[in-house]
């Protein structure tokens, strides 16, 4: 059973484009996280989405963000006009629709770097 | 709102030594509690799972604790190894609402010196 992945693992942006995350989850979740590492700082939490979904988007940035979960295909972490802030490292995490011990599994990450 | 501290930020140990990590959070309303591992430029490793029903978990050379109602878990690493060395996350899972979110500590860099 294949871990989450995500791709790409680095991704070089220059100011002003876009960049666009992907997360498959593992076989059989269908619930699916986002989170964001800044340099020298911790994880914190962006969304929460099911399937076609948004369960809950608080973490997210007002602007220029935006995530989704088709039916069909991996979950999409958008972010439009990206600015030098944005570089940090990007994590999912997905976890199953019923399971005893409720554990998110990490992907390996996308490290987002705008110049 | 949840904060999750950790301390120390960073620890230095030679080879062999027993150590202690710890963690704490202000609100003892959490589902669960994990200690993830992570090394540099990589993603997350998990270590162990605490239910917030339960007090201790182990595995291996791990040792995790939580006191839920004082809001603290300690990660307890026997005879310590070159290995270990990584960056040592702590986090609470919440649920909320109908929503449920992970809120992790800045971690504790530990260095094991051979």
């Known amino acids: 059973n294949a871990g989450v992945m995500q791709n790409p693992r680095h991704l070089v942006r220059r100011r002003g484009q876009e960049a666009r995350l992907r997360c498959s989850p593992m076989?059989?979740?269908?619930?699916v996280y986002w989170y964001r590492q800044l340099p020298e700082e911790g994880l914190k939490f962006m969304v929460y989405l099911q399937k076609e979904n948004i369960i809950d988007e608080s973490g997210m940035p007002k602007e220029r963000f935006s995530a989704e979960f088709p039916k069909e295909g991996p979950s999409i972490l958008r972010i439009q006009q990206v600015v030098r802030g944005d570089s940090a490292a990007y994590f999912c995490?997905?976890?199953?629709?019923?399971?005893?011990?409720?554990?998110?599994?990490f992907g390996p990450g996308t490290r987002l770097t705008v110049t | 709102k949840q904060e999750v501290t950790q301390i120390p930020a960073a620890l230095s140990v030679p080879e062999g030594e027993n150590l202690v990590l710890n963690c704490s959070f202000t609100d003892s309303a959490i589902y669960n509690l994990q200690w993830f591992r992570q090394d540099p430029g990589k993603g997350l490793t998990s270590l162990l799972l605490i239910q917030s029903s339960q007090r201790e978990q182990t595995s291996g050379r791990l040792n995790a604790s939580l006191d839920k109602s004082s809001g603290r878990s300690t990660l307890y690493i026997a005879a310590s190894q070159p290995g270990d060395s990584a960056t040592y996350l702590c986090?609470?899972?919440?649920?909320?609402?109908?929503?449920?979110?992970?809120?992790f500590g800045k971690g504790t860099k530990l260095t094991v010196n051979p």
């Open positions: 076989k059989g979740h269908s619930h």
């Open positions: 995490a997905s976890s199953p629709l019923a399971t005893i011990s409720y554990e998110q599994y």
């Open positions: 986090a609470v899972r919440l649920l909320q609402g109908g929503s449920e979110k992970l809120v």
